[in-house]
């Protein structure tokens, strides 16, 4: 049974960096896609960043690029969200995502396994 666990979410001000983990159980991360989504009240779930199964090729969301970093830990099968710079707007339940190679996709559909989210919240 595959789980992806998220935590490090919480309450920054604006400006400020968070980095939040996915640690997953059950598949070797280091052999898959793996993506980041968010969540803000009231909105659909958009793409924020997605990574290919070799960590050879990234996409990010124009919102985010420059401002955010994907990157993973293949000894702790853990994968991580740097977010630096953030805006009220980046506000949002944030949730990982892995799949099958090779990726990196965009499309909610296309992932396999989801985690249960991390807040995360920044104030003006």
């Known amino acids: 049974q595959v789980q992806l666990v998220e935590s490090g979410g919480g309450l920054v001000q604006a400006g400020g960096s968070l980095r939040v983990s996915c640690a997953a159980s059950?598949?070797?991360?280091?052999?898959?896609?793996m993506g980041w989504f968010r969540q803000a009240p009231g909105k659909e779930r958009e793409f924020v960043v997605a990574?290919?199964?070799?960590?050879?090729?990234?996409r990010y969301a124009d919102s985010v690029k420059g401002r955010f970093t994907i990157s993973r830990d293949n000894a702790k099968n853990t994968g991580y969200l740097q977010m630096n710079s953030l805006k009220p707007e980046d506000t949002a339940v944030y949730y990982c995502?892995?799949?099958?190679?090779?990726?990196?996709?965009?499309?909610?559909?296309?992932?396999?396994?989801w985690g249960q989210g991390t807040q995360v919240t920044v104030s003006s």
């Open positions: 995502a892995a799949s099958n190679p090779p990726g990196p996709y965009v499309k909610s559909y296309e992932y396999k396994y």
């Open positions: 059950g598949r070797t991360l280091s052999s898959s896609a």
């Open positions: 990574i290919s199964w070799s960590g050879g090729s990234t």
